[in-house]
């Protein structure tokens, strides 16, 4: 297409956005004077929008001719396009700004994207299974399924050294030599976090080496059953999670304390998670080796040499998550104890003291509609209102008097019934049903107690009254055995006292494992 050096002239009909053909596509016989014109001056290509020119001159031709759209153009028609619209005089009153054109008549470059925040989409793990790492694998389905397993629990080793390691070096030592939180109090809050990354590169060592030519693993259980001893070091690290979460949380009213983490998280390596997720991160992990033991073991065939050690190293992997658990509810426990404010020496328990776990606690609400946060310990329920100390360390100020496990009745009170009238009246205004309630009560004592509690949905009330009975059960068959030893509680429950139960995802959560 030529394109005059200093202007090109394009006429057009006033009902029609080109020059008008007939059916035999010979040119028509045009008035002298057409309907609009519009002169374009072409300028440089980096010239400013205003050196282009645009002028319109009004028609005064008949507008009863049958006009049809251009089919081809020898100027403009291959940047713009013939659209079914009405008259260009809608397009005049629409140009506001002059337009340049390109002499080659390229298409226009795509404009640049704009940069976007780091922090507006964080970077996210690639998720790939291990036939995606193979080429037509000749196994059955499910022997792939073993191997995809096997890969999940390699990837995984991958992945938390991965973040053990960025916790270190975004966190720990930047937080150090900023001097933002004392050697201390970083001590105190990452524990043995340091320890553990040589741990795991050690297994994933381990488990690469066995992978074959073929990009398969054959016997995986005897590795898993002589590395999972080291996992012992995990009593140490999970212990010290409750006094470090405590600790965390009261530095987070520090305001260099609380920007530092707030632009950490922000940032992209974050993921949107907070520290308290990447310290976490390890428990999580010790609880999904059962897991992926038992998927390994699923898809394992009777005659594969791992169908024989498979079952010592589930064994092996479930005794150490147990002891873990099992010393992380006493450390919990005497932490919380240590908590305890009384206002009365008669609150003073000698249960509370002998206690050595806690079943769970939370938050609960009274009949008078005040937030109350409750421990179950092992020998005795305490009720109690949280608050801080003059350090900004949390305390939980007894509240009523706390009730011996051994002498504790309980009773559901079903959605709807108002329990003496004061749920009613506090809760609902006196109009809707009552729900998630239950009642707690002593028996045997000079002055009897009774307590209506009310929880924040049915999930966490049906935990409570699973707890309340476990420990009123146990408490009872150990008084009657005249034994001060106890057994330890269901270790499906000790997840309930890692959180607060008003929290419907993670009470969810937990739940699944």
């Known amino acids: 297409m030529e394109v005059e050096e200093n202007q090109v002239r394009t006429s057009w009909r006033e009902s029609a956005e080109a020059t008008n053909w007939d059916h035999t596509a010979k040119k028509r016989k045009q008035n002298p004077m057409p309907d609009l014109v519009i002169r374009i001056t072409e300028g440089d290509e980096d010239a400013d929008e205003d050196d282009g020119v645009c002028q319109v001159k009004d028609p005064e031709e008949p507008s009863n001719k049958r006009v049809k759209p251009v089919a081809k153009s020898n100027s403009l028609t291959g940047v713009i396009s013939p659209v079914k619209t009405p008259a260009l005089k809608r397009i005049g009153l629409s140009i506001s700004r002059s337009i340049s054109f390109r002499t080659d008549v390229r298409p226009l470059p795509t404009p640049p994207l704009r940069a976007r925040k780091a922090s507006s989409f964080p970077r996210r793990r690639n998720s790939q299974c291990w036939s995606d790492t193979v080429e037509n694998p000749d196994l059955t389905a499910k022997e792939i399924k073993r191997q995809e397993v096997i890969y999940e629990l390699t990837e995984g080793e991958r992945q938390l050294i991965a973040d053990l390691s960025l916790v270190k070096k975004v966190y720990y030592e930047p937080m150090l030599k900023l001097d933002i939180l004392t050697e201390s109090e970083l001590g105190q809050i990452f524990g043995t976090l340091d320890s553990l990354i040589p741990l795991h590169e050690d297994l994933l060592s381990r488990l690469e080496r066995l992978r074959g030519s073929e990009k398969t693993v054959g016997e995986v259980a005897p590795t898993l059953l002589t590395w999972f001893p080291c996992l012992e070091a995990y009593v140490t690290y999970c212990c010290n999670q409750v006094g470090a979460k405590a600790l965390l949380d009261q530095k987070k009213s520090e305001k260099r304390v609380e920007q530092f983490l707030r632009l950490c998280q922000e940032s992209s390596f974050s993921r949107k998670l907070d520290l308290w997720n990447f310290l976490d991160l390890p428990r999580s992990r010790l609880v999904k080796y059962p897991l992926l033991l038992k ?53 003073r328990l000698p249960e509370i003291q002998q206690s050595r776990f806690l079943y769970c606690h939370g938050e609960l609400k009274s009949s008078k509609g005040q937030r109350l946060h409750v421990f179950l310990f092992e020998l005795a329920l305490v009720l109690t209102r949280a608050g801080e100390d003059r350090d900004g360390g949390s305390v939980f100020q007894v509240y009523r008097q706390p009730l011996p496990n051994v002498l504790l009745n309980l009773e559901e009170i079903p959605d709807g019934e108002a329990g003496g009238g004061s749920f009613r009246g506090h809760f609902t205004g006196g109009h809707d049903r009552v729900k998630n309630c239950f009642r707690v009560s002593s028996r045997g004592r000079s002055k009897a107690h009774s307590y209506n509690l009310q929880a924040n949905d049915s999930f966490s009330r049906q935990q409570w009254i699973t707890s309340l009975r476990q420990a009123i059960v146990q408490s009872r068959d150990r008084s009657v055995a005249g034994s001060p030893v106890a057994p330890p509680p269901d270790p499906a429950l000790y997840h309930i006292a890692d959180l607060s139960l008003s929290s419907d995802t993670e009470m969810s959560d937990r739940a699944g494992h």
């Open 295 to 347: 998927e390994i073991q699923k898809c394992t065939p009777p005659e594969h040499p791992d169908e024989d050690t498979l079952p010592d190293a589930l064994e092996l992997i479930q005794s150490i998550v147990t002891e873990v658990n099992k010393k992380t509810g006493e450390a919990e426990c005497q932490f919380y104890r240590r908590a305890l404010n009384y206002s009365e020496s008669n609150q």
